[in-house]
């Protein structure tokens, strides 16, 4: 049994964490946690960002602190996952963040000066291609994650379009494209082509996101609070469905329709 060393605040350390994830992938630790590989960690991974995102959303700070020692975890298991197959070390992973975060703010850590947010996040971009080795806009727009949810990975890669000044000139231009979007996808419907409805939903899509730029929105969060708002709705809906002792499906189209209104 590891035990806090510190007696008076009965908390562990970070260094007795990894003890603990140490002895977790020993010989004699937890037979899950030694199979556990870099791939088979992937989902588990996403899972946990995902419920720390739904700590946040639901300003629920015990949560929050529990999710992210989840996402701890998962750094540490990956590490010592590493470690044992002689590729890197939690230390490594630590020096390499630290040496990125003074590389990346020579605004604190040298002789930088910026006046504003905005500088700063160009400066983070212009340092990070640096490092990257990233000449070309192309290049950066290649090696946004393709693992990345879809309307992010369309945010970033316009971000990159808009750096190098290829964007539409106002959020009436931009407006415009989403229409065009519903006109072509309307023409490949009609044509009854499905490969081609299918390009042409995922046009719409994206011009949706470049017209959320406009709209200083954020796509995600935009969708994440639709979906959550339908299903609040929904909810409602159902409850007074089920008030009058009947179910969803002995409703018609149009009772649920003005009992969905009535909720709005």
Request: hydrophobic residues 35%; negative net charge.
């Amino acid at each position: 049994m590891i035990r806090p060393s510190n007696k008076e605040t009965n908390q562990y350390s970070f260094e007795e964490f990894m003890e603990i994830i140490h002895v977790l992938r020993s010989e004699n630790g937890c037979p899950w946690d030694r199979e556990q590989t870099h791939e088979s960690l992937k989902s588990c991974l996403i899972e946990e960002c995902y419920e720390t995102v739904e700590a946040i959303n639901n300003v629920d700070k015990e949560n929050l602190c529990e999710e992210l020692g989840d996402i701890l975890l998962q750094v540490a298991l990956h590490s010592v996952i590493a470690e044992e197959s002689g590729d890197f070390e939690m230390n490594d992973i630590i020096d390499g963040i630290s040496k990125k975060m003074i590389h990346r703010h020579p605004h604190v850590f040298g002789d930088a000066i910026v006046n504003s947010s905005g500088e700063v996040l160009k400066n983070w971009e212009d340092i990070k291609k640096e490092e990257k080795k990233e000449v070309t806009v192309s290049q950066s727009m290649e090696k946004v994650p393709k693992a990345l949810p879809a309307l992010i990975r369309a945010a970033k890669v316009q971000g990159h379009a808009k750096n190098a000044g290829f964007d539409f000139v106002d959020y009436e231009d931009a407006l415009n494209k989403v229409y065009e979007e519903i006109n072509e996808l309307n023409l490949a419907r009609k044509v009854g082509d499905k490969s081609q409805i299918e390009k042409e939903f995922g046009d719409l899509l994206f011009s949706v996101v470049n017209l959320s730029r406009f709209l200083q929105e954020n796509a995600e969060n935009s969708l994440t609070n639709a979906t959550d708002k339908f299903i609040n709705r929904f909810v409602d809906v159902e409850r007074l469905v089920l008030r009058e002792g009947k179910h969803l499906c002995d409703m018609s189209i149009d009772e649920l329709k003005a009992l969905w209104g009535q909720v709005k």
